[in-house]
Nanobody, 115 residues
Framework: QVQLVESGGGLVQPGGSLRLTCAAS????????MGWYRQAPGKQRELVATIMTGGTTNYANSAKGRFTISRDNDKNTVYLQMNTLTPEDSAVYYC?????????WGQGTQVTVSS
């Protein structure tokens, strides 16, 4: 059974940084991409960043220049380094893994940016 476990969320002041980690356990056949979505109260879920198995990355405009996604293929782990955080980044962040036959989701980790 595949399980995604996220960590690293929390409360941070504006301008601060957080690093999210998502570790996938279990057998996943042919991982194509890993990444992060986020959802703030009253807003639609937003794709934040993705990273393909080969290393190609994509970012939402709101994340470009501030967030960096990386992964460890051997450990099936994806990271999201978030810098220069603003209150608008406050949301529940969900990691995902896209394989050849389905998408797996983490349970979500809360990020709150507030002074």
């Amino acid at each position: 059974q595949v399980q995604l476990v996220e960590s690293g969320g929390g409360l941070v002041q504006p301008g601060g940084s957080l690093r999210l980690t998502c570790a996938a356990s279990g057998s996943i056949f042919r991982v194509y991409a890993m990444g992060w979505y986020r959802q703030a109260p009253g807003k639609q879920r937003e794709l934040v960043a993705t990273i393909m198995t080969g290393g190609t990355t994509n970012y939402a405009n709101s994340a470009k220049g501030r967030f960096t996604i990386s992964r460890d293929n051997d450990k099936n782990t994806v990271y999201l380094q978030m810098n220069t955080l603003t209150p608008e980044d406050s949301a529940v962040y969900y990691c995902f893994v896209r394989s050849s036959d389905r998408v797996y989701w983490g349970q979500g980790t809360q990020v709150t940016v507030s002074s």
